[in-house]
């Protein structure tokens, strides 16, 4: 079990296992919406993801795609995409222990930052994983 939530507690949420994959995201939309160079993010079935305090709003940031966060604090907590319904993604660093998943890859690496070097060995994938992945560095 995963547990986690948002910066000032106020939603709250659980994650079963297995997860399914765990990734370092790279893309504008992600940059933008956390303020962040890059975001950690792991996936669950969604059927084994569920808030267990509070209420999440919902932000439709593109189509087909929802977005989930606290109206407190700001904090986003998942991703869901309809090409992939069966899947909830959920930010790793909004978890109560981070260390536990950390990412096995990066996707959208072609977007990432000029000034944000990836200094790791892990698959890089130009976009998704179903785009192929890039060379290692």
Same mark, same amino acid.
């Given at each position: 079990?995963? !547990? ?32 962040? $160079?890059?975001? @950690? ?24 795609? !929802?977005?989930?966060?606290?109206? @407190?604090?700001?904090?986003?907590? !998942?991703?869901?995409?309809?090409? !992939? ?16 998943? $950390? $990412? ?12 944000? $070097? ?14 192929? @992945?890039?060379?290692?560095?």
């Amino acid at each position: 079990m995963y !547990t986690g939530g948002c910066f000032c507690g106020a939603v709250q949420y659980e994650a079963e296992a297995p997860v399914l994959t765990c990734t370092w995201c790279h893309c504008s939309m992600c940059r933008r919406l956390c303020g962040a $160079p890059s975001v @950690a993010w792991f996936s669950v079935p969604r059927a084994q993801f569920r808030y267990v305090r509070g209420t999440a709003a919902i932000f439709h940031s593109s189509p087909g795609v !929802t977005r989930e966060f606290c109206t @407190a604090c700001g904090t986003q907590l !998942t991703f869901r995409d309809d090409s !992939t319904p069966d899947e909830m993604d959920i930010t790793t660093c909004s978890l109560d222990n981070p260390e536990a998943l $950390p $990412p096995q890859d990066h996707t959208f690496a072609d977007n990432r930052l000029h000034w944000e $070097p990836i200094c790791d060995d892990l698959p890089r994938y130009r976009r998704t994983r179903r785009d192929g @992945a890039l060379e290692s560095a």
